[in-house]
């Protein structure tokens, strides 16, 4: 009665810096629980998934708008929530961290 737990294998817990792109899903204060995807087909549009860019330093954590493939494989592109354009980059797998599965407010 005074606990809940969320029992998922290879979880790991999340912070996010206030940068406001994903608003109001994500915000100060706000954690999430993460899963590292087994592979592409793990991951759809619509999933919020933390990614290493070429753009900036450490982790971005925006939503998967699609998906595709081209001549090196496949990528998603991916947008904040509160950002008017998409983001510079395609995602490759690789440089997936994690997949956001629940988030703690």
Excluded: C
Aim: hydrophobic share 30%; aromatic share 8%; net charge negative.
């Amino acid at each position: 009665k005074d606990r809940i737990t969320i029992d998922l294998s290879g979880a790991t817990w999340s912070t996010f810096a206030d940068t406001n792109s994903m608003d109001p899903t994500l915000d100060h204060g706000s954690n999430g629980i993460e899963l590292k995807p087994k592979g592409p087909s793990d991951i759809r549009p619509g999933d919020i998934i933390s990614y290493k860019a070429q753009f900036t330093d450490g982790l971005v954590v925006h939503r998967v708008i699609s998906i595709g493939y081209d001549a090196v494989g496949w990528y998603a592109l991916t947008k904040g929530d509160n950002n008017p354009t998409n983001d510079p980059q395609k995602v490759r797998y690789s440089d997936i961290n994690g997949v956001v599965v629940g988030i703690i407010y």
